[in-house]
């Protein structure tokens, strides 16, 4: 099973808003609603951001949302601030019954 | 509150064999499942496994098949994951995580566990 594909890095100013894309094939996203993001600051353990596409885990800012259309899910920041900067994965489950990640995205705050 | 807590890095050589374990609490362990995610310096994570807080079965990635083992111990509401035969490119770190089973949920995570492996 392929790595999902994300771009390495994408930035923004505060207060702009930001889209991260994951990309998969209908072995994976395109099939399932089964779509995750996490965030991780350097060193730390990732945190569930968004689960199911688009449910934002309970005390995660209004701020971050999920979409998926097709084989790509996407990741949209907006009101960008500092403490956003962080690498972000996807996470996507498959048709053979196991889980794939992304390479992930480092998001600069300018 | 709701954590994982895993046991201490280590280091290994090529061939041998590792065993780390993560240690739920505040919840209840047999309701869920926990995966094992690994993730190699400045890699992104790679999911390594799953098993179940309830029956025990498990799931593995085909990668590691033949050379990995995950078991439980409800008794003391720890995971294990033994990796066997290990390889300079096993070196990582490992995370255990709360699995949601009917959901992509998994959360919260293990702090991580360093396995360096090296001659």
């Known amino acids: 099973q392929s790595a999902l594909t994300q771009p390495a890095s994408v930035s923004g100013s505060p207060g702009q808003s930001i889209t991260i894309s994951c990309t998969g094939t209908s072995s994976d996203i395109g099939t399932y609603n089964y779509v995750s993001w996490y965030q991780q600051h350097p060193g730390k353990a990732p945190k569930l951001m968004i689960y199911?596409?688009?449910h934002r885990l309970s005390g995660v800012s209004a701020r971050f949302s999920g979409s998926k259309s097709g084989n790509t899910a996407s990741l949209t920041i907006s009101g960008l601030q500092a403490e956003d900067e962080a690498d972000y994965f996807c996470k996507s489950y498959t048709n053979t019954n196991t889980w794939v990640f992304g390479g992930g995205t480092k998001v600069t705050v300018l | 509150q709701v954590q994982l807590v895993q046991s201490g890095a280590e280091v290994k050589k090529p061939g041998a064999s590792v065993k780390v374990s993560c240690k739920a609490s505040g919840y209840t362990f047999s309701s869920y499942g926990v995966s094992w995610v690994r993730q190699a310096p400045g890699q992104g994570p790679e999911w390594v496994g799953w098993?179940?807080?309830?029956?025990?079965?498990?799931k593995y990635a085909e990668k590691f098949q033949g050379r990995i083992t995950m078991t439980t111990d409800t008794s003391t509401t720890t995971t294990y994951m033994e990796l066997r035969s290990l390889r300079s490119d096993d070196t990582a770190v490992y995370y255990c995580?709360?699995?949601?089973?009917?959901?992509?949920?998994?959360?919260?995570w293990g702090q991580g566990t360093l396995v360096s492996v090296s001659s």
């Open positions: 098993i179940s807080g309830h029956s025990g079965s498990t």
């Open positions: 199911d596409v688009s």
């Open positions: 995580a709360r699995d949601y089973e009917e959901s992509s949920k998994f959360d919260p």
